[in-house]
């Protein structure tokens, strides 16, 4: 086979694999042996296909295949040692014979909430989301998180085991918990945006790669949940947040702040899909904490020039956004707006309360430096920006604050 | 599957409860394992002495250590246990849930190991 025959199938078996995952992991109740099942399936399929050509259903090949490979294991590992559970398995898949009329849909949702349990770790709920839902490989995960393979990959494991050896199920959660649980996906989804986009250390502004499967996972969530209101947010969200992608930084690599990034270069058919992503949310009832935060990235998108925001409005989508989530970087931010508004010793002042809360958080000190700034008050201006660079970690921002201190003493 | 379910309280917060505090929880965890009983959940459980009852031992080179107390000094204590019978780790989960110091302290939710 030719190498670009060979990645055409490869790319094929791709856009299939978590779904045919996730129906075989519903048949054989564990995800490892589903695994590696279904590499073997594909391993089959990479001989097969380039000779018979590709099977007219090539996922429900794949599901097939898998599911023949799954019992030869349990077949074998049944004749090693009798292992119960194992034949009672065994038992089942046989009666079921290839029948299955469950949506594979279902499947799916099963697969992620699994994922996303909260008995996991949050750094494993990325990573196996990423991986089993995502289709990425171990070392692709590590690389974009900065850790060894063999790290990533023992993370994988452990959280597999305890998938297995803790009984998390496989299963949509009730009506009592699911909106708790579906919170829990889509804060998955978006920590996985987030680690792309401002990297809490390194060189790197924005791990690109991290942020467009942050994107693509949320596409599945939407279709997933059917169109559901928060889901469209934090997808509308995450595609007015990529829009200012090539904006955020200079030549240098310096960070550019909202104001005075060149509009010129935001990407405009993305701004479009979040804009249209928001109306669609905030059709779909009363918005929650995705919806208005991207209600608000959008204010700011589609506004021509930094002067013509419409402050107002932002202070009035902060309101509703402080009463869904009470939490004091939400009460920053409203305070920040609130300066834009009404006048900096307007915002300063609301910001006064959050000094306690706020006091090892950087951007705190560089939102109070910048306002403190702006009303000519430099030395409380300087001592603010210092106190944010000590708290700071990533290289691109401690630039710009260090810049900041220099130009603010540098008109005393 | 069995599950154990730990309760950890710190014993120091337990004895500022008044007496009617005491009889409202005892009410409580009555309820809860009638509860658990009638569901075909429970298996066991029991309330333990306080941990200064404790003696922990240790067999090294041959020769018994015993220390008087727990084998370590944690904020919070183990105070009691239930091994209950779930379907799976969210059934155990929703069981733990309403164990009533779950308000207060803390439960740890571990499957009991199974030899095939």
């Not at chain 1, 054989?28 to 042996?33: A, G, I, K, N, T």
């Not at chain 1, 690109?208 to 509308?236: M, N, S, V």
Request: with cysteine.
């Amino acid at each position: 086979m030719s190498v670009d025959a060979r990645a055409e199938l490869q790319s094929l078996i791709r856009e299939h694999h978590a779904w045919v995952l996730a129906r075989v992991v519903r048949q054989v109740h564990d995800l490892e042996l589903a695994e590696d099942s279904l590499s073997r399936a594909i391993e089959a399929a990479l001989v097969q296909w380039p000779e018979t050509g590709v099977p007219e259903a090539p996922r429900a090949w794949l599901v097939r295949a898998a599911r023949n490979k799954a019992i030869d294991e349990l077949r074998r590992r049944a004749s090693w040692a009798q292992k119960s559970r194992d034949v009672t398995l065994l038992g089942e898949l046989d009666a079921e014979a290839g029948t299955d009329d469950v949506p594979i849909r279902d499947d799916m949702l099963r697969l992620l909430f699994t994922c996303c349990h909260p008995a996991l770790a949050e750094d494993a709920r990325v990573a196996l989301t990423l991986q089993v839902v995502g289709g990425l490989q171990a070392d692709e995960i590590a690389r974009a998180f900065l850790v060894s393979t063999t790290t990533m990959s023992q993370r994988l494991v452990r959280a597999k085991r305890k998938i297995r050896d803790a009984g998390v199920p496989y299963r949509v959660p009730g009506p009592d918990e699911f909106g708790e649980r579906v919170d829990g996906v889509r804060a998955v989804v978006y920590l996985v945006f987030n680690e792309g986009y401002s990297a809490t250390h390194g060189e790197a502004l924005v791990r690109h790669d991290l942020c467009r499967h942050a994107i693509r996972l949320g596409e599945a969530l939407l279709e997933l949940f059917d169109g559901d209101g928060e889901c469209a947010g934090l997808l509308a969200l995450m595609w007015l947040h990529e829009s200012r992608r090539a904006a955020r930084q200079d030549a240098a690599g310096d960070l550019v702040l909202l104001a005075d990034q060149d509009r010129d270069r935001w990407d405009r058919g993305q701004i479009e899909r979040g804009t249209a992503l928001v109306t669609m949310a905030l059709r779909r009832g009363p918005p929650g904490p995705y919806a208005l935060q991207a209600a608000i990235a959008a204010v700011h998108a589609n506004a021509p020039d930094a002067a013509s925001t419409d402050w107002p409005q932002i202070v009035l989508l902060y309101d509703r956004l402080l009463a869904a989530m009470p939490t004091p970087i939400v009460a920053l931010n409203r305070a920040v707006a609130l300066a834009f508004a009404r006048g900096h010793e307007v915002g300063l002042g609301a910001m006064d309360s959050l000094g306690d809360a706020l006091a090892e958080y950087f951007l705190f000190h560089a939102a109070r430096a910048d306002l403190l700034r702006r009303c000519g008050r430099a030395d409380e201006a300087v001592r603010a920006y210092e106190r944010a660079l000590a708290l700071c970690r990533n290289d691109a921002e401690q630039r710009f604050l260090r810049a900041r201190i220099a130009a603010v003493r540098g008109r005393t | 599957m069995q599950f154990l379910l730990l309760i950890y309280e710190s014993e120091s917060a337990q004895a500022t409860r008044t007496e009617g505090d005491n009889h409202a929880m005892f009410a409580e965890y009555m309820a809860f394992t009638a509860s658990i009983k009638s569901a075909g959940k429970m298996i066991a459980g029991d309330a333990l002495q306080p941990v200064e009852t404790a003696t922990t031992l240790r067999i090294r080179d041959g020769k018994t250590l015993m220390t008087d107390g727990p084998f370590a000094e944690t904020k919070e204590q183990l105070g009691g246990y239930y091994l209950v019978e779930a379907n799976d780790l969210d059934d155990a989960l929703s069981i733990a849930a309403r164990i009533p110091t779950a308000k207060t302290g803390s439960i740890e939710v571990r499957p009991v190991m199974v030899w095939t």
